[in-house]
């Protein structure tokens, strides 16, 4: 049976807090830890077949229309099997829950590196071969690379005007009008995209690294033209998306053809080169940013307007401003999105889109506020928290910044900051403080899961996928609450779409989203064993296997026939998302050393506070926050990928030349939750967390080096030649 | 990756035999599996020479030989080079990764290509790649590319530490020829520098093949490696410095300096040096060192930093040095 | 090309396309896929096993170029995937979506050993050694292994605590 929840009110009622097992926000190992430090999760490329075929993926050199030559003498190499030329291969990864095919074919390279064959072997080392052999000749066409060489769209929909900014700007006491740059950036999961496909002559099996399974079906359906219920996609394991796996990506399509042609299993793995221009970038981002504010620094007005890009035909554009919208309080405002049509490869969804590179270019402007009015940054946030949403006018569902910011200043220390830049050193180094606040919407998506009960324990079921995020951990938890069971009697399984479709990883909105459809299906089984037991399910205890209500009192092996009961959970947004604006708030504190031999940043801690409702489990959720924050050193520091300023292409497309942070560029990190529940959230008033801790996190790496040394860096990442240029001499 | 012939000879006459026809060398394999992955590299055969014995350290008149197959990891562990040559030590540590230095070996670090992305990239035009074909650096994205001893041809960077600290201890590459004759020739000569054929990167001819390094005896006095690079670890240098200072008299008696960062070889530059010597340290003379150092420096669009940042590393580490 | 060589103690002979790295070798043709391939070229560590005991990238690395050679990969570091290290991992959430963990385990085990025959790092303060295993050692050390969901805090925590629980830990690593 299904328990259907559309979330239209708040859910005022703490069920969670009145169930009896304990382990819910308990600080549980993951089960799928031990498969992982044994070497034994198997992940897209892993699987084993004797009569395993290998695709590698075939890049165009330049922009325009595409043949291959040699094509003939290729196939004709050693253990070559077929070099596919399909016009049904598609041009780059799908965009998040696009649900359909993305831009398909093969005869014309909108970007340097798109895909244009998949050669086929026997062998890895053959189809590497021989894929290098095949000529690429292109026939070049003139399209323009550069953000700035194109007259860009200006969508409306996504603007704000309201008041006269240029009035408040000429009256205010303190201002800031500055323009900041982010690079092109990549999701770089350390899985590169990877598909092993298997075809009966009816049904396509695929396993792949895939982030969101019931669209990446359908678009695999729709890309090589099945009917999705011929399609079966398995995940089970994803060695990291942070969204370049939202879509179904090249490989996918490709072994998935190459399986239905050969009619054998194929494997195609991305060269990690190929990842880096195949799946989709965070697209670079010039942001205007104003800031008027009154003697005391508060905001009378606020522009923040961004120029961001993408390939033609892509819908999707980097939504820089997505946080601005309702930050803070201002009453004239100016926000807009710009988006060049250019051709590099298409830009899409990396980890927390718009926020992670809008507030933190936002954040560093507020610092100059800060400085320039006087204010201590903290304060500064204090005065501008709106009351509603600025724009709107709706309320907020739940607002926690004021708890975030006291919380998170009061442990990092942050009263015993020297206001002023340059104030403490240590030898060459510099050594300075600061902060940023961290804002990131909330929502939640539909998903479905079903919940098996046995004698023998609960299985969790749901085509969700644990991309690293926790929800293997997390489901086995909400089950285990609600049925009463140890941990240990409670199995997910995940990533197959076999089972009830879940939302799927993204957005920050998994744990919440299927979570409560984990949720519902626990309460639906809840419901059956009241009825068995005679009472309401409010009047249930479950606990250890056994139910209890009032003086009975039966073990669950008991109460259970042979057939298990099963209870399958639906939830989907409702109006909520019309009534209230819903958000995760926190704070960021970081503390640097600057050399001024060198400008290289060493950062010495980081801290982070976190307002994302209930906290189901603080250690996973610890990690999602660690893994924020680092890439917050990454976006301020060393992260950016290269574009060739003549053909677009990406430069520096590898690992050593695109520098994440290494374990020696990570301090120590803090983490810290605000208690929150946010009844807007649903039944467990929890919130998305993945996502919050790169908010933001870049903006208070870059004040501190700003309060250590002076030196303003507005083009990110702030690498030693970029401080060194923006050292006061 | 082409396939290749492999073979693995356990004699070095064994190598010499296999080299005649034109084979290619492979000692720790971590720059040359990489090159050949992409095809930048395609050689028909591969001798392994990572069992010819060469992997001894061993005292050679006042100074010791370092046999061409010692590991990075093995040089930098090993306590007469960390008494006694503390700059070699420091650079080798600066560079890659403890993974890394396991495989990479003396002889192969010091003929480790470029990191230049258009030479790693076989769409693009590259000079040292395919001779003849253009550089696509030049007018391209230029970061990890060299302010000295370029030419229009090519201006990429040699990317080793471990040279940049070998240049500065003035070692002497040892060379056997395929027919088994022994050479012997200075760093200092060792690499060529790009003019029209950037493709020729040593003095090296085909065949050859490096036995080993000799340092020349200790030279005492304050040694220092410092590497500026983009992340705390696992990349490359942005701009890099060894330097060897003995003082006598709080005057600079004896100094090296050799950097990594800005040349399409190891950089040492005698002038540099015959201004120091001799001179009571100062801001000023440490400024003028600069000052010569970079006077023919190409200073080519994305690489103005370099002028910058390794004038004021050269100060700082030379203050440092002779405090 | 015939090859022989020893993984987590037992003996293998196959014979391989002298192209085949060590990596591919573990994956494709021993089915040992904890090793994983991250980059394909020296970049990222996830591929770390240990030959002889030290730590290398088997991606960068012939198959044939191992013959003789004692290879151990994370399947081997113990019988029942739950070492100390492995454990102490799981508790500290030394991992999100695991696909660095063997790389980072198998590079730890390595670490230890390193100490205990006082190699010196680029972050040591003098050549002399011995050293001590500190935090910024380790993160030193443990730079070649790359972590994209930046588990770094529960990666070192875990080998940190490990190192200091089991004193005899790098001594029996040798
Ligand atoms: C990700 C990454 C990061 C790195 N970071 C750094 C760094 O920060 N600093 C740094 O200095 N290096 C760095 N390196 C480079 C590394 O140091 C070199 O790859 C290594 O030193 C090469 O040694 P090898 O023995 O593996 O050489 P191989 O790959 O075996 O050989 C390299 C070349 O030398 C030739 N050759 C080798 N030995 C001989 C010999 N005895 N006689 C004649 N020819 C020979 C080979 O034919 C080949 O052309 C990095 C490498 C990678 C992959
Ligand atoms: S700089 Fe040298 S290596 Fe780089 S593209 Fe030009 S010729 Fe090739
Ligand atoms: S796969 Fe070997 S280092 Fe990345
Ligand atoms: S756990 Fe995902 S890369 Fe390390």
Known sequence: ?729 | MKPFDYQRPDTLSGAHGAARDGATFIAGGTNLIDLMKLEVMAPDTLIDISRLGLDRIVPHGDGLHVGATVTNSDLAADMRIRRDYPVLARALLAGASGQLRNKATTGGNLLQRTRCPYFYDTATPCNKRSPGSGCAALGGEMRNHAVLGTSEHCVALHPSDMAVAMRALDVTVEVEGADGTRSETALDDFYRLPGDRPDQETTLDAGDLITGVILPAPFGGRQTYRKVRDRASYAFALVSVAATVRMENDRISNVALAFGGIGTRPWRDPDVEDLLTGETPTTALFEKAGDILMKDAVLREGLEFKDTLVRRLLTATLTEMTQ | MKTSFTVNGSPFSIDLDPRVTLLDALRDHLNLTGSKKGCDHGQCGACTVLVDGRRINACLSLAVMHDGDEITTVEGLSEDGRSPLQSAFVRHDGMQCGYCTPGQLCSATAVFREIAEGWPSHVSETLDGPYALTREELAERMSGNICRCSCYPGINAAILETAEEDAGYAEAAE
Request: negative net charge; charged residues 25%.
């Open chain 1, 1 to 729: 049976m299904t328990f259907d929840l559309k979330i239209d009110e708040p859910h005022p009622e703490h069920r969670a807090d009145g169930l009896a097992q304990g382990v819910l926000e308990q600080d549980n190992d993951r089960p799928d830890g031990w498969l992982k430090v044994a070497g034994t999760a198997t992940y897209a490329a892993e699987e084993q077949a004797d009569d395993m075929l290998h695709g590698f993926l075939v890049r165009a050199p330049k922009i325009g229309a595409v043949s291959c030559p040699n094509v003939d003498d290729v196939r004709a190499m050693e253990g070559v099997r077929s070099v596919l030329r399909d016009p049904r291969m598609i041009r780059n990864a799908a965009q998040g829950t696009a649900n359909e095919a993305p831009a398909q074919g093969v005869d014309r390279a909108a970007y340097v590196g798109q895909p244009v064959a998949l050669v086929v072997a026997e062998s890895f080392e053959q189809a590497r071969h021989a894929a290098q052999a095949l000529v690429v000749s292109v026939e070049e066409e003139d399209k323009p690379v550069q953000p700035d060489a194109v007259e860009p769209e200006k969508p409306e929909d996504k603007s704000t005007e309201l008041g006269d900014l240029d009035r408040a700007m000429s009256e205010a006491a303190f201002t800031v009008d500055a323009v900041y740059t982010t690079p092109s950036m990549v999701s770089a999961a350390m899985e590169p995209h990877a598909a092993t496909a298997h075809w009966d002559g009816e049904t396509l099996t695929l396993r792949g690294s895939l982030q969101m399974l019931k669209f990446n079906r359908n678009e695999l359906a729709d890309s090589v033209g099945l009917d999705p219920k011929h399609v079966r996609v398995l995940a089970p394991y994803v060695g990291g998306g942070f969204g370049s796996k939202l879509g179904i990506s090249a490989d996918c399509v490709a072994a998935a053809l190459a399986a239905m042609e050969l009619k054998q299993p194929v494997r195609v793995v991305q060269h990690r080169r190929n990842v880096f221009e195949v799946n989709t970038r965070r697209s670079e981002t010039r942001q205007h940013i104003r800031l008027a504010a009154d003697t005391e620094g508060r905001l009378t007005g606020l522009g923040h307007e961004a120029l961001v890009s993408n390939l033609p035909e892509e819908e999707f554009s980097e939504p820089v401003i997505q946080g601005s919208h309702f930050a803070y309080a201002a009453s004239n405002r100016t926000l807009g999105m710009k988006v060049a049509r250019i051709h590099r490869s298409a830009a899409g969804s990396v980890r927390a889109p718009g926020e992670s590179v809008g507030v933190t270019a936002f954040e560093v402007a507020m610092d100059e506020l800060a400085q320039a009015a006087g204010v201590d940054p903290v304060n500064l946030r204090l005065r501008n928290i709106p009351e509603k949403d600025p724009e709107s006018g709706k309320p907020f569902s739940s607002h926690r910044l004021e708890a975030a910011l006291r919380q998170g200043a009061d442990a990092f220390g942050w009263s015993h900051r020297h206001a002023a830049p340059r104030q403490q050193r240590e030898g060459e180094w510099w050594i300075g403080t600061g902060m940023a606040a961290a804002f990131r919407v909330n929502m939640v998506i539909e998903a479905e899961a079903r919940i098996s009960l046995t004698r023998d324990g609960a299985t969790v079921m749901s085509d969700m996928t644990d991309i690293g995020t926790g929800s293997y951990a997390i489901f086995g938890q909400i089950a285990a609450e609600l049925l009463g069971l140890p941990l240990d009697r409670i199995d997910a399984q995940l990533g197959d779409t076999r089972f009830p479709p879940g939302s799927g990883s993204g957005g920050s909105f998994g744990a919440a989203s299927t979570g409560t459809a984990v949720w519902l299906a626990g309460m639906e089984i809840r419901k059956q064993i009241a009825d068995r037991l005679g009472c309401s399910e409010a009047e249930l205890t479950l606990k250890d296997g056994k139910a209890t209500y009032a003086n009975k009192r039966a073990s669950l092996r008991d109460l259970l026939s042979d057939e298990p009961i099963t209870g399958h959970g639906h939830v989907e947004p409702g109006e909520a998302a019309e009534k209230v604006r819903q958000a995760t708030f926190g704070a960021h504190f970081a503390e640097v050393a600057v050399s001024d031999v060198t400008g290289e940043v060493c950062v010495r801690r980081m801290l982070g506070s976190f307002a994302a409702g209930r906290i189901l489990n603080p250690r996973t959720a610890t990690s999602q926050c660690h893994g924020g924050m680092t890439w917050g050193i990454g976006m301020a520091l060393t992260e950016e990928l290269t574009h060739d300023r003549r053909d677009g292409h990406a430069v520096n497309r590898d690992l050593a030349g695109y520098h994440l942070p290494v374990n020696a560029d990570v301090p120590p990190l803090e983490v810290h939750f605000v208690e929150e529940l946010d009844d807007w959230a649903g039944p467990m008033q929890a919130k998305g967390i993945g996502e919050l801790g790169i908010c933001g996190a870049g903006a208070s790496i870059l004040n501190a080096v700003y309060n250590a040394c002076g030196a303003r860096v507005r083009d990110m990442p702030a690498t030693p030649d970029r401080v060194l240029a923006a050292l006061p001499s």
